[in-house]
């Protein structure tokens, strides 16, 4: 019996080996694998959580070369990673920020590789403010920073365009409107028509490439660029990136003519002028013939009526010149008159003279007891110095005769009429009638009135030196 027992005591400690022996290979044979429970979970996830609308504030925004978008929408008290694929994430209108309030709808799952949580997401609003009201302002801010709003580089239209090209529908009411307006105005306007989609998603590329193809062309010099009214989503092509950057570097100035009145654009921003409809966008491009004409026909009546107010009123400053300015021609006939005077007055005080001489000659002669040698010889001295008295009177009289002459001779040189009659002027400031002397007294611009010895000028001051 003891031995037995024995035995038994001995057998107990291998059967209870071999028991757990078997437990441990039954645990193991029913144990998952990590990737088998997350498949599980993943699985289980999918088949009980449908596609659902989830909101909550956006943080740790990541786009990838992939295309993919990845960030965290969370709540005051959760967050679960969100992915969304290039596909879906190609058709939000906005860009994605930090802090930004969104709905967004897709299901939940398992990241096997790392056994996160993750939201996939196939939609994505903005909450608040619609989605594309949100990538408008985002857009605008962006290009405004990059100065394609400025209004310092924003170019003046010409005044009256030979050739204006046209980017619009084909088929819009908005080019039939454009076309009515040009040629209403202005019937031998050339106008090129590039017409290109308005509307959808391959409109704004056309648009661009419109724009660029004119400019390629070179003939336009002004372009209208615009479409008829519509909602926000339709007139979309031209809140684009690519018709802005378009509109910028446009060598043409342009005229952006989109929607109505009320409707504002990214391309009204950047273009040279805005226009509040296609209608007006014409009208501001080419001025009425018709009104030109009229401005035409009232400024040659005004430019006539101030020509002939002009010209009598310089007939009679002329009139009053005249009579103010002497002629010297008779102050030079009195001067020489006056000289022939004095050159017989002259004459007569030396032939009186010369007759009182000969009286006292004769008085002395007769008076006198001498011999006849020494009057013959009181008589050739009395002859020799009446001869050198004669000879002195005559050059005396010649030298007077000559300066006489010679100040005539420079009274005339000096006669305003001979003064302009050798080819100068008289130059008087227009406005203060003042005579001109010096430079300084003339600044630039100035009109000046310019008289000359047969007739007159008005000239106009384009340069000085002092």
């Known amino acids: 019996m003891k031995r037995t027992r024995s035995r038994a005591g001995a057998a107990a400690p291998g059967a209870a080996q071999a028991m757990a022996g078997q437990l441990e290979l039954s645990i193991a044979r029913a144990a998952l694998t990590v990737s088998q429970l997350v498949r599980m979970a993943r699985a289980a996830l999918e088949a009980n959580l449908g596609q659902y609308w989830v909101a909550g504030e956006v943080s740790n925004v990541h786009l990838a070369g992939s295309g993919h978008c990845y960030f965290t929408l969370k709540d005051a008290h959760c967050a679960i990673r969100v992915v969304m694929f290039q596909a879906a994430y190609r058709r939000v209108r906005f860009r994605l920020e930090q802090g930004m309030e969104v709905l967004v709808s897709g299901r939940v799952s398992l990241y096997e590789a790392r056994g996160d949580l993750q939201f996939y997401a196939e939609e994505l609003a903005p909450r608040g403010a619609g989605a594309l009201q949100i990538a408008f302002e985002q857009l605008k801010l962006r290009l405004a920073g990059e100065g394609l709003f400025d209004a310092a580089r924003k170019r003046e239209l010409p005044y009256l365009p030979r050739v204006v090209g046209v980017v619009t529908a084909r088929s819009g009411a908005g080019l039939r409107d454009i076309l009515r307006i040009l040629f209403d105005r202005f019937p031998n306007l050339q106008v090129i028509v590039r017409p290109a989609l308005v509307q959808g998603a391959a409109a704004a590329g056309e648009i661009a490439a419109a724009i660029d193809d004119l400019n390629a062309d070179g003939r336009a010099e002004t372009i209208i660029v615009g479409r008829g009214g519509g909602s926000l989503e339709d007139l979309w092509a031209?809140?684009?990136?690519?018709?802005?950057?378009?509109?910028?570097?446009?060598?043409?100035?342009?005229?952006?003519?989109?929607?109505?009145?009320?409707?504002?654009?990214?391309?009204?921003f950047v273009a040279d002028r805005r226009a509040p409809t296609p209608t007006a966008a014409a009208q501001m491009v080419v001025p009425?013939?018709?009104?030109?004409?009229?401005?035409?026909?009232?400024?040659?009546?005004?430019?006539?009526?101030?020509?002939?107010?002009?010209?009598?009123?310089?007939?009679?400053?002329?009139?009053?010149?005249?009579?103010?300015?002497?002629?010297?021609?008779?102050?030079?006939?009195?001067?020489?008159?006056?000289?022939?005077?004095?050159?017989?007055?002259?004459?007569?005080a030396?032939?009186?003279?010369?007759?009182?001489?000969?009286?006292?000659?004769?008085?002395?002669?007769?008076?006198?007891?001498?011999?006849?040698?020494?009057?013959?010889?009181?008589?050739?001295?009395?002859?020799?110095?009446?001869?050198?008295?004669?000879?002195?009177?005559?050059a005396a009289l010649e030298t007077a005769r000559v300066r006489l002459g010679?100040?005539?001779?420079?009274?005339?040189?000096?006669?305003?009429?001979?003064?302009?009659?050798?080819?100068?002027?008289?130059?008087?400031?227009?406005?203060?009638?003042?005579?001109?002397?010096?430079?300084?007294?003339?600044?630039?611009?100035?009109?000046?009135?310019v008289l000359l010895y047969r007739g007159r000028l008005r000239a106009r001051t384009i340069a000085r030196e002092n």
């Open 238 to 268: 031209f809140n684009e990136e690519s018709v802005a950057r378009a509109i910028f570097r446009s060598r043409i100035p342009i005229v952006s003519a989109v929607g109505h009145e009320i409707d504002f654009t990214i391309a009204d």
């Open 288 to 348: 009425e013939k018709a009104a030109l004409r009229r401005q035409i026909d009232e400024a040659r009546t005004r430019l006539r009526q101030a020509a002939t107010a002009g010209i009598e009123r310089y007939r009679n400053e002329i009139g009053h010149l005249r009579a103010r300015i002497r002629d010297p021609r008779m102050t030079i006939r009195q001067t020489r008159q006056r000289a022939d005077d004095l050159a017989a007055a002259l004459d007569a």
């Open 350 to 394: 030396i032939a009186g003279r010369l007759m009182a001489a000969r009286a006292r000659l004769a008085e002395l002669r007769a008076g006198m007891r001498s011999p006849a040698p020494l009057v013959r010889e009181r008589r050739l001295n009395a002859n020799r110095m009446a001869e050198r008295f004669a000879r002195s009177i005559a």
């Open 406 to 449: 010679g100040a005539a001779r420079r009274l005339d040189d000096v006669s305003p009429l001979r003064v302009l009659e050798r080819g100068y002027a008289v130059v008087r400031h227009a406005a203060t009638g003042r005579p001109l002397t010096t430079a300084e007294a003339v600044e630039i611009g100035d009109e000046l009135d």
